[in-house]
Nanobody, 124 residues
Framework: VQLQASGGGLVQAGGSLRLSCVGSGDAMRNYIMGWFRQAPGKEREFIATSSRGGGSTSYADFVKGRFTISRDNAKNTVYLQMNTLGPEDTAVYYC??????????????????WGQGTLVTVSS
């Protein structure tokens, strides 16, 4: 599968954004999906993951209920709804997929396919 992320942009602190990741070339229902981000000068970090059917999700602690991962397999799309954004959320956001992995994977190594990233900038 190939992944195309979109939906990033500039938002004020306290605002919301919804990122989308569209898959092509294969059915996304076959893949565990994840979102990661990389802030300037920092390592890429895990945000959230969804099982193939979407019924099981896991989040990084820093999400604190602000972000929600969801998916519409009929549209071959996974989403990341982000609320109450702060300047610390400024980063390039990546979606990732793994066909053979286990639900709940939080490490980069578990995901074999990556989208190109979409930049989110939160102004204070």
């Amino acid at each position: 599968v190939q992944l195309q992320a979109s939906g990033g942009g500039l938002v004020q602190a306290g605002g919301s954004l919804r990122l989308s990741c569209v898959g092509s070339g294969d059915a996304m229902r076959n893949y565990i999906m994840g979102w990661f981000r990389q802030a300037p000068g920092k390592e890429r970090e895990f945000i959230a993951t969804s099982s193939r059917g979407g019924g099981s999700t896991s989040y990084a602690d820093f999400v604190k209920g602000r972000f929600t991962i969801s998916r519409d397999n009929a549209k071959n799309t996974v989403y990341l709804q982000m609320n109450t954004l702060g300047p610390e959320d400024t980063a390039v956001y990546y979606c990732a997929a793994d066909r053979f992995g286990r639900t709940g994977s939080t490490t980069e190594e578990a995901y074999r396919t990556w989208g190109q990233g979409t930049l989110v900038t939160v102004s204070s």
